[in-house]
């Protein structure tokens, strides 16, 4: 089992959702590569561990550990959201509708982790989200998550009863 004690950060654990403005295009996958380069080179600028992360179509969803005493994650995301766009080519980079310039939501869903009870409903929530949204039936067969890195380091760490995911509200529609 994983120790989410050892993971948790007491004020400084944060489960994000963050949407494209446009929910038809699938430029998180289609770009993934560019997605990558933008958090690592978020990485370098500011410090913060990616507990779990899942990359969908359209939106995304991760868990951030901020160092104690810093919560400044709007930065953050604001940082990943333009390198993101910067990587991107011109056509691309409006979300496809005229008028609207910017490929984000401009408002994103932050949810402060209050225990390690609430971590590992929050990492479960994130490594089921493919099944969620119908992309695929088992984490295992979607490859944009950390679902992966934690059944290396864990086994296989994951309540998979419906309630524990399917009537959970972070963020989503
Ligand atoms: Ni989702």
Request: aromatic fraction near 12%; proline fraction near 7%.
């Amino acid at each position: 089992m994983p120790n989410y004690r050892r993971l948790y950060v007491p004020g400084g654990t944060y489960f994000f959702t963050v949407n494209l403005r446009n929910r038809l295009r699938p430029i998180l996958i289609d770009r993934i590569a560019e997605l990558r380069a933008s958090w690592r080179e978020l990485g370098r600028l500011h410090s913060f561990e990616t507990i779990a992360v899942v990359v969908l179509p359209d939106h995304l969803h991760f868990i951030w550990a901020l160092p104690a005493g810093d919560d400044d994650f709007p930065t953050r995301i604001r940082l990943l959201k333009s390198g993101f766009t910067r990587r991107l080519p011109t056509s691309l980079k409006s979300d496809g509708r005229k008028g609207e310039r910017n490929i984000w939501q401009r408002r994103y869903w932050e949810h402060c982790i209050r225990d390690e009870d609430d971590l590992s409903r929050c990492v479960d929530y994130i490594h089921l989200n493919p099944v969620k949204h119908g992309f695929v039936s088992d984490p295992d067969d979607w490859p944009y998550s950390t679902w992966h890195d934690w059944k290396k380091e864990f086994g296989r760490p994951i309540n998979t009863s419906p309630e524990n995911w399917n009537t959970a509200h972070l963020g989503e529609d």
